[in-house]
């Protein structure tokens, strides 16, 4: 019998809401987070103009029963404990909406709720965006209706606009505002309220009972319930966690975890915790049945196996141990999978997951963690590892992760659910990966998270900079179209994304390489030269160069094709890693010589010397032109790889005294500018040489510059990354003839040289322009 003060009494919408907004009315500790979105909302916006009831709100009056629990407040609007007069068992939906419409209207800053609604009388439409306010035409905001004073500026509008809207129109939009704000300010709502008997179990059935006829419980919503009443600040503590995962590991604006810390997940993981079974549905069954009794609720000790009282510090226990497996877990996604988000996860994955890390510990040897990513792989690799018999085959994968061995009966679990080819195979590649241009497969954004992991393993840099891309920040990071965006119509959109034509690379490379096509001679025939490791890492195919030509009936898909085969096998390669304690290891990058190697080095792709910025050691005189060779040299790093540049060092490693410093040019430097320091202004006439000669401008800002003392002289190193497209202004070339510098306009320097082959400086066609 459940005990009900007499019968049911009326109160208008408007006190009812004033009871929330005011602290008088709060959540009962077992309510369920905000369900509705703006689709229930605006329906009971409708239900209000058209004059429908609204429904029976139940609560449950506060005295000594109930005091002592920890309540919760309604979001957004706080409480002070003796201001408290009931729980509401059931209407949160509803009397939240209106009470959130409430506070918007006196406070612009509330941010509960959907903000301002506005009502177009004449349409009779409620809408939370593009709308401005037009009270003359019948256009109000609704949460104002519930402000004084404002349904007689409405009506002054209207009158004055009587004559323009018509008598039709006049008379519908006032009989529909009139309506609402009656609605809002006047109607009664219905409310139910439990007597000084009931107790916690009473209220919860009512809580269960209503909520039947409504948005209908969940497993998830009866475990929670039950765990809140005995330890209420569960609520706020799953909320923390959640939002405190789902942050972006580097932006902390964004939300990017949403699937693997949810609230779900963590009732669940609590619940398997406490009775071995992770489904909160079989609360009527044993053992769940014991969490169901408010009387005197119980869980399972594994370690007696006894039943034992459960307790707040239990409730609190548990909690914790589930939050530290969860932490631990999006460590495993950022430090080790080099995930950013949990795109394509399996979210109900997460809880078997959750089950090994618990048991497992947060100290995890670097061999059970390569079993433990394995095992992840191959789950998320298949189409639908979980088809069928859900819960069955969670509940299996739960009972195995709490072996101490447990990834041999995990895998084979695996593989009895989702067929024998666990690996990628000749087979079976493009079956799971999907062909290019056919709609993506469940696991296409799993994939597109190994891409990239497997790359950063392969020790992948980007194609034109000397950087890692396991150093890069996300954001830096783009999704480069190997064949261009503009060589495919909207027709093709499945082809153009397809995970096959994605690659990643730097800001900056992405930008310079634009819209080339893959065959163009200083795009991957270029790149391949000189860093054949970094298209490797990201699984270009080098040995057929036919396929980065593009067709307008081809679309690059064979390209594509021969590139997910190959991702195939390295991720199958990566999956054998596992089984090694040494999984972890990274290929090594492309070397690159320390600032001791590099003085003792020739001349190279990304290296160049030179004895002198202003003196002309054949004409035996100086001049600030000279400098001009300078900006050529940045010029060239900075379209082709960036590189290092050292000024007053000779270009032969063999001789030992190479380093000849800078003394000609600072003594040129002190018979033109006498009053200046030499060191200042030489970098004073190398900054404006740049700035000069280069098409962009603040390049200088960009470039790295410093000066080095070795064996008593002083040198200069200029370290200049990659930007690509950047053109000379006027390019300076000395006539012996003449004895002065001639004007070449706007050339494009892209530095090629190896072992055999001067310097060459071409034009962005590939026509060589200008050979030292």
Sequence with gaps: MIYLCGEPDGISISKAIGKVVDGKWILAPFQRPKAWKWKEQKALLE???NGIPIGVVYIWEYDEKNSHLASREVPGISFKKDDVQALILDGQQRLSFLSWMKKSSIDSNFNQGPGLIYFNAL?????????????????????NLMKTGYKLEIDNALFENNKALGHANFTEITHKINTLHSALNDRKIVYQALDKRATMGDSFMIYERVNDAGKPLKGDDYAEAALFSLYPALHTEIQNAVHVLGLHPQDNSKTSFKKAFTRSNFIRSMVDELYHTHNPNSKKDYPLCLLMNFKDPKYLDFDSNKEKKLTKNKIKETFKKVEKAYIHLKEIFVDDLFMMDDEGVNSTFCIPVNTYLRNAGTKISSHEKGQFIKWFILFHIQAKPYLGSQDRKIKEDCAAAREKFPFKDLIEQLRNNAGAN????????????????NKPKPQTKFLGHMQLMISIYNGATDWFEHKKLENVKRVDLHKHHIFPQKLYGKENKLTKDYIGNISRIIKRTNSSIKDKAPA??????????????????????????????????????????????????????????????????????????????????????????KESMLWMIEQNKGSKNFAFTISKEIAGFMNNGGGTLFIGVQDDEKKPDRIIGLQRDFDWIKSEFP????????????????????TKKNYDKIIESKFHTINGVK???VIVPHVGEVRIKKYKQYNYKTESFDTIKDVLFVRRKSSVQKDEYINDKGKLVITD
Excluded at 422 to 437: E, H, W
Aim: proline letters at 2%.
């Design 47 to 49: 239900s209000l103009l």
């Design 123 to 143: 349409e009779g439409e409620f809408t939370t965006r593009n709308t401005e306010e037009d009270k003359k035409n019948g256009v109000i905001i609704v949460n």
């Design 422 to 437: 666990l690996m990628f195979t000749a087979k079976n590649t493009l079956i799971k990966f999907g062909r290019p241009g």
């Design 520 to 609: 163009s001679k200083s795009y991957l025939p270029e790149i391949s030269k000189r860093k054949s490791k970094a298209l490797i890492a990201q699984q270009i195919p080098l040995t057929n160069q036919n396929l980065w030509k593009f067709s307008s009936k081809g679309l690059g898909k064979k390209f594509m094709e021969a590139r997910v085969k190959l991702l195939g096998e390295q991720i199958n390669s990566f999956i054998k890693r596992c089984d090694n304690d040494t999984w972890h290891q990274k290929q090594a990058e492309e070397t690159r010589l320390s600032f001791d190697e590099m003085l003792k080095s020739s001349e190279t792709q990304d290296l160049e010397f």
């Design 675 to 694: 009053n200046d320091n030499v060191e200042e202004k030489f970098e004073e006439i190398y900054f404006a040489r740049v700035k000069q000669d280069l």
């Design 715 to 717: 040198i200069f190193q």
